[in-house]
Antibody, heavy 123, light 113 residues
Framework: QVQLVQSGAEVKKPGASVKVSCEAS????????INWVRQAAGQGLEWMGW????????GYAEKFEARVIMTRDTSMNTAYLELSSLTSEDTAIYYC????????????????WGQGTLVTVSS | DIVMTQSPDSLAVSLGERATINCKSS????????????LAWYQQKPGQPPKLLIY???TRESGVPDRFSGSGSGTDFTLTISRLQAEDVAVYYC?????????FGGGTKVEIK
């Protein structure tokens, strides 16, 4: 079954870091970029960046560039999002999403999403 | 950044009737290199991740019912649900992938009248 399965909910204090995992199965992990998108409660979708699981190359939204790291472990078919210097404004559901188009062909829409990981930042 | 503006914020439609959702981008999403429009539509039901409906502004994803259709070009786009079903109650988002940062519209909530 083709799916992305994310790690469980996290509660963090302001100033801390969080690391969310996204395990891919049912397809060749290194073929498709993984993106991260977050959604605050009752709000819209906010793109954070992308990672190429084959090369490890990344691209971050400027808003997050100073405090986000996207990595992967190809032996475990898993992508990771680490976000540091957390504030209450980072409280949100974090989704990993697979770019539908492999390689360098144009098109950056998402055909497969993880179930989401709720990150709560509270003192 | 390309700003995506959706309208209305919400709409209530009777079962079997048409629902129309609009999305406007702050700049053209039409690529001169491949003559394609870099816009996608997603459906999100409560407690679920978004689900891809449409890409290239009008290409329906495999398995998506044909009552869903996308249209438009340049900066103005429309998602139409031709005959609303109960299972279509959701929030719908447009997304541009013309350039990074990728950006989404604010969402349109569709309910049953």
């Amino acid at each position: 079954q083709v799916q992305l399965v994310q790690s469980g909910a996290e509660v963090k204090k302001p100033g801390a870091s969080v690391k969310v995992s996204c395990e891919a199965s049912g397809y060749t992990f290194v073929t498709y970029d993984i993106n991260w998108v977050r959604q605050a409660a009752g709000q819209g979708l906010e793109w954070m960046g992308w990672m190429n699981p084959n090369s490890g190359n990344v691209g971050y939204a400027e808003k997050f560039e100073a405090r986000v790291i996207m990595t992967r472990d190809t032996s475990m078919n898993t992508a990771y999002l680490e976000l540091s210097s957390l504030t209450s404004e980072d409280t949100a559901i974090y989704y990993c999403a697979r770019r539908a188009v492999p390689g360098r062909r144009p098109g950056n829409w998402f055909d497969l999403w993880g179930q989401g990981t709720l990150v709560t930042v509270s003192s | 950044d390309i700003v995506m503006t959706q309208s209305p914020d919400s709409l209530a439609v009777s079962l079997g009737e048409r629902a129309t959702i609009n999305c406007k981008s702050s700049q053209s999403l039409l690529s001169s290199s491949n003559a394609k429009t870099f816009l996608a539509w997603y459906q999100q039901k409560p407690g679920q991740p978004p689900k891809l409906l449409i890409y290239w502004a009008s290409t329906r994803e495999s398995g998506v019912p044909d009552r869903f259709s996308g249209s438009g070009s340049g900066t103005d786009f429309t998602l139409t649900i031709s005959r609303l079903q109960a299972e279509d109650v959701a929030v719908y988002y447009c997304q541009q992938y013309y350039r990074t940062p990728l950006t989404f519209g604010g969402g349109t909530k569709v309910e049953i009248k």
